[in-house]
């Protein structure tokens, strides 16, 4: 099991907006570590979307955004697009043990 | 831009070994973290394992049956990156992908932090084990 806890699935219509969340001890997302989330869409490979929280590499619609408090983070999506169904994943680092990049369970979104 | 080649062979059988190669194209070798990730059939992000240029490795160390099993290499002088697992079973079955890691360590008032993260992702290889 994930040491990141993410929602299985989430769902939202055209337009609207939805947030995913992503859940971990604070060990896991301490104030000394940034989360990060990735998009994968249907038989594709992974793709960053958010890294340090809040910021969005090139190329990535400023629908997309990420917050952070605590030990807890979100990926939040504005107005919602049928191309945006896909799995996301969070992520983050533990220094202990030398060194563990680990990911949330992964949250399906379906555009309905 | 920077692009990640890999390849390697589909299909085994139980107790053969996965090796996989990662190439790298249009960038710097130096500076980053190179990272082999799997995802089984329906599943979720399994993090395996990374190399340093400096040749550094670390393993997950939360999956000891993997971390028993695989070895991560490079080859500085071919901008490469390989990863091997022996004894492979069927539960190996997945999609592997190798990633290009950033890492950063910072310093500041409130303290240190942490920003690792994948930027660049391989297309992935799909492993197939089975008798």
């Known amino acids: 099991q994930s040491v990141l806890t993410q929602p299985p699935s989430v769902s939202g219509a055209p337009g609207q907006r939805v947030t995913i969340s992503c859940t971990g001890s604070?060990?896991?997302?301490?104030?000394?570590?940034?989360v990060h989330w990735y998009q994968q869409l249907p038989g594709t490979a992974p793709r960053l979307l958010i890294y340090d929280n809040t910021n969005r590499p090139s190329g990535v619609p400023d629908r997309f955004s990420g917050s952070k408090s605590g030990t807890s983070a979100s990926l939040a999506i504005t107005g919602l697009q049928a191309e945006d169904e896909a799995d996301y994943y969070c992520?983050?680092?533990?220094?202990?043990?030398?060194?563990?990049?680990?990911f949330g369970g992964g949250t399906k979104l379906t555009v309905l | 831009q920077v692009q990640l080649q890999q390849w390697g062979a589909g299909l085994l059988k139980p107790s053969e070994t996965l090796s996989l190669t990662c190439a790298v194209h249009g960038g710097s070798f130096s500076g980053y973290s190179w990272n082999w990730i799997r995802q089984p059939p329906g599943k979720g992000l399994e993090w395996i394992g990374a190399?340093?240029?400096?040749?550094?490795?670390?393993?997950?160390p939360y999956n000891p049956s993997l971390k028993s099993r695989v070895t991560i290499s490079i080859d500085t002088s071919k901008n490469q990156f390989s990863l091997s697992l022996t004894s492979v079973n069927a539960a190996d079955t997945a999609v592997y992908y190798c990633a290009r890691g950033i890492t950063i360590f910072g310093i500041v008032v409130t303290g240190t932090y942490y920003s690792y993260y994948m930027d660049v992702w391989g297309k992935g290889t799909t492993v197939t084990v089975s008798s």
């Open positions: 992520q983050s680092y533990d220094s202990s043990l030398g060194g563990y990049w680990m």
């Open positions: 190399i340093k240029h400096s040749g550094s490795t670390n393993y997950n």
């Open positions: 604070s060990s896991y997302i301490g104030a000394d570590s940034h």
